[in-house]
T-cell receptor, first 115, second 114 residues
């Protein structure tokens, strides 16, 4: 069974601070996606990383995929109240039928940025 | 273009009843996946369909079933509802099913079983 562990589970910080969220597994994933979810809504895709060691930037958010494609991190610089939400990492895992993949999600990191 | 749509938004059922949830994918997307998200947890994979064929099934009992129609929309059915089935049910669509494909989620259906 492929599992993704996210840490920390909860994070409460002040506006302007930096933070890093980690996503770790003992399994290799073909790609890894980061989502942000607001209460009562579906997850919204932030980024997909595919290549080991890949780094992608989205404004103040920096995403990194581990060299072995087993882990990833999300770093937010100068956090703002609008960054508040549940951050989920998800790895693409092979299904049994030819080439199909499902997403395996971590439990998420609930981020609160206080003004 | 419209995103993934799901109906109904909210649903309240009693134990033992049956429920049908509906999903319309993004135009041009041929794959639909269903996920269950219990409060405080990440989404858990239930089913994936591509071109009307089931491509994968998660660790859920046979009370859960799904199908995909020629227009690529999909239904998730749950029979003999249990209290533990209370969750947010998410539908995700994607162009294809493999590689570095990206899944786009709908707003979900909040199911409450009493």
């Amino acid at each position: 069974t492929q599992l993704l562990e996210q840490s920390p589970q909860f994070l409460s910080i002040q506006e302007g601070e930096n933070l890093t969220v980690y996503c770790n597994s003992s399994s290799v994933f073909s790609s890894l996606q980061w989502y942000r979810q607001e209460p009562g809504e579906g997850p919204v895709l932030l980024v997909t990383v595919v290549t080991g060691g890949e780094v992608k930037k989205l404004k103040r958010l920096t995403f990194q995929f581990g060299d072995a494609r087993k882990d990833s991190s999300l770093h937010i610089t100068a956090a703002q109240p609008g960054d508040t939400g549940l951050y989920l990492c998800a790895g693409a895992a092979r299904l049994t039928q030819g080439g199909s993949e499902k997403l395996v999600f971590g439990k998420g990191t609930k981020l609160t940025v206080n003004p | 273009d419209a995103g993934v749509t799901q109906s109904p938004t909210h649903l309240i059922k009693t134990r033992g009843q049956q429920v049908t949830l509906r999903c319309s994918p993004i135009s041009g997307h041929k794959s639909v996946s269903w996920y269950q998200q219990v409060l405080g947890q990440g989404p858990q994979f239930i089913f994936q369909y591509y071109e009307k064929e089931e491509r994968g099934r998660g660790n859920f009992p046979d009370r859960f079933s799904a199908r995909q129609f020629p227009n690529y929309s999909s239904e998730l059915n749950v029979n003999a509802l249990l209290l533990g089935d209370s969750a947010l049910y998410l539908c995700a669509s994607s162009l294809t099913t493999g590689g570095s494909y990206e899944q786009y989620f709908g707003p979900g259906t909040r199911l409450t079983v009493t």
